[in-house]
Nanobody, 127 residues
């Protein structure tokens, strides 16, 4: 089974930056959808940024322009560069993936049902 492991979380002051990484093991090259999602205490889990095997990228409106998702297929690694962080970005961040390239789009008020999930990495932004 595919396994994902996030890293790079931590605490940062508002306006700062963090870079998250997700190592994918047992991942076969091919069609896929990968993404970053987050969940804050007492809030619903939401999609942050998704990237498909065709290179299409979508972002949640709340992070658009501040976050950048990318994938290094040669290293089987997913990245999330987070700039201009705000306290509202505080959450547990998860990477996720599956072998379907369809519906690989962030949809407000919903989340994609990825097949594989990491255990999460905490991001805390203080004001």
């Amino acid at each position: 089974q595919v396994q994902l492991a996030e890293s790079g979380g931590g605490s940062v002051q508002a306006g700062g930056s963090l870079s998250l990484s997700c190592s994918v093991s047992g991942w076969m090259y091919g069609r896929h959808c990968m993404g970053w999602l987050r969940q804050a205490p007492g809030k619903e889990r939401e999609g942050v940024a998704y990237i498909g095997s065709d290179g299409r990228i979508t972002y949640a409106d709340s992070v658009n322009g501040r976050f950048t998702i990318s994938a290094d297929n040669s290293e089987n690694t997913l990245y999330l560069q987070m700039n201009s962080l705000e306290p509202e970005d505080t959450a547990m961040y998860y990477c996720a993936a599956d072998s379907s390239p369809f519906f690989c789009t962030v949809v407000p008020g919903s989340q994609r049902d990825f097949d594989y999930w990491g255990q999460g990495t905490q991001v805390t932004v203080s004001s």
